[in-house]
T-cell receptor, first 109, second 116 residues
């Protein structure tokens, strides 16, 4: 099956800093989604981005499908950005999502 | 904005007991999913459901698990005889293949299952 690798596994930021999270995947995808898992365990949809670039406030994402990676940018980070960020992809063969291992982000005040 | 809902938010059960986790997908969605996340690990696919039947299932989804759409709104996951290793967060998701983001899955808030 498709493999999804996220880096870095852990990230500590000072409030106000910018950061880039990376998601690499091993095969062609029909779908790529970024999620933020909050301290209560809920998965919050951030982006549906199988290709191209999208922005939502301080967050933006870019997927380069031909090179099999996606990037999530966090600008001017806030303590509320803390949590685990997951990338998930749907391979060409089916419609289930395969999740990466996540990047755990801690934003310090 | 429509959302996926799940009940209960937290369930505690004794090993060997049956549990039913409930989900109400977004009303015009056609594909339904269950995923689980063991504490500290990644989210794993369990099963997908379309047109009143299972379309795909993972190795995790053995004979102890079953899914059902008993009416036009609910989607349930049943674990027949729970084991300690079934303790996890269970997420329901749904998808509308005719929407503008036609492959985007929308997730519920999860049910945390604790097996003692």
């Amino acid at each position: 099956g498709i493999q999804v690798e996220q880096s870095p596994p852990d990230l500590i930021l000072q409030e106000g800093a910018n950061s880039t999270l990376r998601c690499n995947f091993s095969d062609s995808v029909n779908n790529l989604q970024w999620f933020h898992q909050n301290p209560w365990g809920q998965l919050i949809n951030l982006f549906y981005i199988p290709s191209g670039t999208k922005q939502n406030g301080r967050l933006s994402a870019t997927t380069v499908a031909t090179e099999r990676y996606s990037l999530l940018y966090i600008s001017s980070s806030q303590t509320t950005d803390s949590g685990v960020y997951f990338c998930a992809v749907e391979g060409a063969a089916g419609n289930k999502l395969t999740f990466g291992g996540g990047t755990r982000v801690l934003v310090k005040p | 904005e429509p959302e996926v809902t799940q009940t209960p938010s937290h369930q505690v059960t004794q090993m060997g007991q049956e549990v039913i986790l409930r989900c109400v997908p977004i009303s015009n969605h056609l594909y339904f999913y269950w995923y689980r996340q063991i504490l500290g690990q990644k989210v794993e696919f369990l099963v997908s459901f379309y047109n009143n039947e299972i379309s795909e299932k993972s190795e995790i989804f053995d004979d102890q698990f079953s899914v059902e759409r008993p009416d036009g709104s609910n989607f349930t996951l049943k674990i027949r005889s729970t084991k300690l290793e079934d303790s996890a967060m269970y997420f329901c998701a749904s998808l509308n293949p005719r929407g503008s983001s036609y492959n985007e899955q929308f997730f519920g808030p999860g049910t945390r299952l604790t097996v003692l």
